[in-house]
């Protein structure tokens, strides 16, 4: 075993990727109804490992956490802040709960047990997975006027009890919020976040990558002119309602290609490209003429943009209204396939309202499109591009955030790398979501990450505690490890049971997320987003992990009194 520790004493990254790709390997694994996940697979795996002796320095864990965190607060900016207000009630009352049903749970075991206040305090920090109690109990026990070497057990002892529960406080909130609650919901909680997911896209179809619809709704047909020759281009494309529009986008006569002007007129047997609203064709085909399977040089080439919604004589009106007030010419050839704001999904429907900043994804020739953009807003130009200028200041402001401390007496709250970091994360998001033509990080980049951030965080947290742990575990016996069980499951338990049939929580991805937050428990939250597999977990986890720094923070000085 000698040459493996030298390997990864020399190369400590060996040792933390092969945590992740052994945990995910693990996590795939089915256990009957359960499944492990890739971050508790990691986490195992990180343990195993350390057992040889690996040393990662503790940078490297602060910074895999903080590109977790900041991308989850940059992908749920915009729904975040349009979620505070008194609907946030339900998440400040589960944060609540948690942190009161864990101060009485570590202090009744702790008097049951006999255990002095540094171990109490340091089973509080592991088994809550809350490292800032470490700082503030240790700063209390400083204050009891006791010896200065009693001082100094007490603190080592902070220091063994959480090396002790640290790892189980990780992996037993995973057990809860991700095994266990979907259970009592009786539903998963991936069938919950679609569900949410379709409430907020207010019916409007999103589709996956590489699914499109076989009947598409915007269609394109040749036909040979016949019923309508003499009648010009402007009154056979005036013949559909406005919401099933057609547009003439080619003519050919005597084979050859000529001018489209709303004011020519058809002859018989012109040729003519169709493009338009699938209803509004069916509708028009039969007063054309004979459709023809192709014909030379009728071939156009049509694209989608996403242009911003900011000019003042649309903003504030219904679809309906601008359908109404906009001009003919803008119109022509220019077919709105959807709207978004906020990345939501929004119904085209007649009375939706239309406000600064929304997306209108637009369909038309590349001529029509520059045309119609001018009068609409600026163009969003897709790039697989990540704007590093952006995000690099998003991750500093985050940072400076984490390193500010505010005192409550003698007691120091801050909001540490991690909650700054999502701060900075939500305000960058939520502005990104208002000037769209900065700020841009492709999905992928984006999942990159979340998935990396946070596996590679928990990994470096098993490598880091998991030899420590295990020797603990050894010459002390396991009943601290066993009372850090207790007081990791407990109030988890609680504060579940609490959310649902006091609080009335409905949607288990919902619930899953507010129930880790309120414990800030990370790893259980990377599961539940990867089983939701959208970001609908992450608006309530934002505000009860927020809380939870605050809360537990202060759970330090209320042990060392209490205990």
């Known amino acids: 075993m000698h040459w493996i520790h030298e390997i990864f004493q020399q190369s400590p990254e060996i040792a933390l990727f092969l945590s992740l790709a052994g945990g995910y390997a693990i996590g795939k694994i089915q256990f009957g109804k359960f499944q492990l996940g890739g971050v508790a ?15 990662i320095d503790n940078g490297v864990k602060s910074l895999l956490f903080a590109l977790f965190i900041y ?9 975040f802040f349009r979620s505070l207000g008194r609907q946030s009630l339900r998440e400040i009352a589960m944060a609540v709960v948690l942190a009161v049903s864990g101060l009485l749970t570590v202090v009744v075991l702790s008097r049951m047990f006999g255990l002095d206040k540094g171990l109490a305090s340091g089973i509080a920090a592991g088994a809550l997975t809350q490292s800032a109690i ?60 679609i569900k949410a997911e379709a409430e907020l896209l207010a019916g409007v179809r999103v589709y996956g990558p590489g699914e499109s619809a076989a009947a598409p709704d915007l269609v394109g047909r040749i036909f040979r002119i016949d019923k309508v020759a003499g009648r010009t281009v402007a009154e056979v494309e005036a013949g559909t309602p406005k919401e099933a529009a057609i547009a003439i986008e080619r003519v050919k006569r005597r084979g050859k290609l000529i001018g489209v002007e709303p004011n020519l007129k058809l002859a018989k047997d012109d040729i003519v490209l169709l493009v338009g609203r699938r209803a509004g ?7 054309i003429g004979a459709e023809l399977q192709s014909s030379e040089g009728m071939d156009v080439v049509v694209a989608l943009r996403d242009v911003t919604i900011n000019n003042p004589e649309f903003v504030g009106k219904t679809v309906e209204q601008i359908r109404s007030i906009a001009a003919a010419d803008l119109r022509h050839g220019i077919f709105v396939v959807g709207l978004k704001r906020a990345d939501r999904p929004l119904p085209l429907a007649p009375d939706t309202r239309i406000e600064t900043g929304d997306i209108a994804t637009i369909y038309g020739t590349d001529q029509d499109l520059q045309r119609a953009a001018r009068s609409i807003g ?7 591009k990540t704007d590093f200028v952006f995000h690099g200041l998003g991750l500093v402001v985050g940072l400076l955030i984490g390193l500010a401390v505010v005192r409550i007496g ?46 590679g965080f928990v990994a470096v947290v098993g490598l880091q505690s998991g030899l420590q742990a295990v020797q603990t ?3 002390s016996g396991v009943s601290i490890f066993l009372i850090g069980v207790v007081v990791t499951i407990l109030p988890l338990i609680i504060t579940m049971l609490f959310g649902r049939y006091v609080l009335r929580y409905d949607n288990t991805a919902i619930f899953a997320g507010a129930l880790s937050g309120s414990r800030s428990a990370n790893p259980a ?21 927020a809380l939870a720094n605050v809360f537990l923070t202060l759970l330090g000085p209320l042990v060392v009194a209490f205990a």
């Open 473 to 475: 575990i050894a010459t």
């Open 71 to 79: 991308a989850v607060g940059f992908e749920s900016g915009p729904q």
């Open 410 to 455: 003698s007691v120091p709250l801050t909001l540490g790398s991690g909650g700054g970091a999502l701060l900075s994360g939500l305000l960058f998001g939520w502005y990104r979501s208002r000037n769209l033509a900065i700020g841009n990080m492709p999905t992928g980049a984006s999942t990159l990450l979340r998935d990396l951030g946070l596996a």
């Open 134 to 193: 470490i700082g503030t109990a240790s700063a209390a026990l400083g204050k009891l006027g006791l010896a200065a070497d009693e001082v100094q057990r007490l603190q080592g002892n902070v220091a063994v009890g959480y090396a002790v529960t640290y790892i189980f406080g990780s992996f037993g909130a995973i057990l809860i919020c991700v095994n266990l609650l979907p259970r009592l919901m009786g539903r998963s909680i991936r069938d919950d976040a």
């Open 378 to 384: 600026t163009v969003l130009v897709p790039s697989d």
């Open 281 to 287: 064709m069916v509708a028009t085909a039969p007063t």
């Open 525 to 545: 939250f990377g599961e539940i987003l990867d089983k939701a597999g959208n970001s609908i977990p992450t608006t309530p986890f934002a505000i009860t992990y």
């Open 41 to 55: 697979g990691s986490l195992l795996v990180a343990v195993l490992i350390s057992q040889v002796g690996v040393s």
